[in-house]
């Protein structure tokens, strides 16, 4: 039997809270329904200062486009806007805090890099704008490591549990080389 009662100094869930680690740690949260996403995004949006990218991951229909909108709307542009830009690969909105840029890979061709230098995620990071990228995980790898994760699960029945991975690097790091 395991004795609950005493945490185990080894055990990393004994440690504070707010132990200093390198880099900030990774979050886990859980949605039970749409508008709690959307909230999700509109709060994550209120860290932004420009110059973000962001990767959503996690299959079809749990929640990527819906966080996005709040993003939107947590940078003051109006999120009915926003849409899944199946057919436009990026998507330019302008009026709010910082431009917002979101690009969908789903459909991108995986055998065709041409696409993704069309994307132009470089002019829009270092003009201060945020990228908010859906199937970011299709992206080359040079682009991912400075980047913001969010990770989608589905739990079932309208829940989710999401991940926010923070960029580990600092800000604009990923326009360093490959
Ligand atoms: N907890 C939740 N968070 C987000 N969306 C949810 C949740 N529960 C149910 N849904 C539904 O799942 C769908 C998510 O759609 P969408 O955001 O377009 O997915 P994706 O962009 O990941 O393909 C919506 O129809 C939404 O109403
Ligand atoms: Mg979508």
């Known amino acids: 039997m395991v ?9 990393s869930m004994a440690r504070p ?5 390198s880099g900030p ?3 886990t949260i859980f949605t039970l329904s749409e508008e709690e996403t ?12 420009g110059g973000e990218l962001l990767l959503l991951d996690g299959d079809l229909g749990l929640g990527k486009t819906v966080f996005a909108r709040g993003v ?12 899944s ?14 431009p917002l840029f979101h690009i969908d890979l789903y459909r991108m061709s995986e055998d065709d890099p041409d696409e993704l230098g069309t994307l132009g995620i470089e002019e829009i990071l270092s003009s201060g704008g945020i990228a908010v990228i859906e199937w970011g995980d299709r992206l080359p790898r040079y682009h991912q490591r400075g980047a913001i994760r969010v990770v989608f699960y589905d739990l079932g029945e309208g829940s989710r549990r ?4 923070p960029s580990k690097g600092e800000p604009g ?4 080389d490959a």
């Open 3 to 11: 004795d609950t009662r005493r945490p185990d100094p080894q055990d």
């Open 17 to 21: 809270r707010n132990a200093q680690s």
């Open 25 to 27: 740690a990774p979050e």
């Open 38 to 49: 959307f909230e999700l995004g509109r709060n994550v949006a209120k860290t932004l200062t």
């Open 72 to 83: 939107a709307a947590g940078l003051g542009v109006a999120p009915e806007d926003v849409t």
């Open 85 to 98: 830009p199946s057919f436009t690969l990026v998507q330019e909105y302008k009026g709010g805090r910082t």
């Open 162 to 165: 999401i991940e926010i991975i």
């Open 173 to 176: 790091e990923h326009r360093g």
